[in-house]
């Protein structure tokens, strides 16, 4: 289960690309507070505290907002703007949540074990979803989905139907979407592929009936 985390944050009265840019200079990071029915709120927060937490996964995790030295909130982290160039991370928007509410998140997909079909047979291991969307309490929320994958054999795969979840959790990404999969490599594929093809060319097309004489027009000799 991830762990709850705190994040120290304060009001932003200044709001704009300028007034964001002025805020990053003095190593804060501009973000917004929103949910709950109330007004969205312009807030600030170190950009040090904000990677601290990333670090021990805030991505996924309860984290407890606290302003002038009380506790005001409590949020879930919805989305990091990062910049195309730096790529450090530009502006924040937090969700205002409940310890026990409800919520739907996106939980990192990780897979577990070698696949005997990789480690016998040459395959390939392919994580087509490296996230997954579910439903549970806000407080309970795992920081990744494990999935062991070390029975998988070539042209087997795992959906997210037979995924187990933690308790009180439910799978919101569509039940027959493959999470992971192990296929051939590309040279057994292509080594496939030429045995059909060969196995395609020695076969000669059957011949279902006979066709018909043709009848010579009337008054023609025979």
Do not use: C, W
């Amino acid at each position: 289960m991830a762990q709850q985390l705190n994040l120290t944050i304060e009001r932003r009265d200044g709001v704009g690309t300028t007034q964001a840019r002025a805020l990053r200079k003095t190593g804060k990071i501009p973000g917004i507070l929103y949910g709950h029915g109330s007004d969205a709120q312009a807030i600030a927060f170190a950009r040090r505290a904000l990677d601290e937490i990333l670090h021990r996964g805030a991505r996924t995790s309860l984290i407890t907002l606290t302003m002038d030295g009380k506790r005001v909130d409590t949020a879930l982290l919805r989305e990091v703007q990062v910049d195309p160039i730096s790529r450090r991370i530009v502006h924040v928007d937090l969700q205002r949540v409940s310890a026990d509410e409800t919520v739907q998140a996106k939980l990192p997909v990780v897979a577990v074990g070698t696949p005997v079909g990789v480690r016998d047979s040459g395959g390939v291991m392919d994580v087509v979803l490296h996230e997954l969307e579910v439903e549970g309490p806000a407080n309970k929320l795992p920081d990744r989905i494990e999935i062991d994958v070390a029975e998988l054999g070539i042209h087997q795969h795992v959906t997210a139907a037979e995924i187990k979840l933690p308790e009180g959790f439910k799978m919101i990404t569509p039940a027959d979407a493959t999470v992971v999969a192990v296929e051939p490599s590309k040279t057994e594929r292509l080594l496939e592929e030429a045995a059909v093809s060969a196995v395609t060319e020695q076969v000669e097309p059957e011949i279902v009936g006979k066709p018909p004489e043709e009848t010579p027009p009337e008054g023609a000799p025979e």
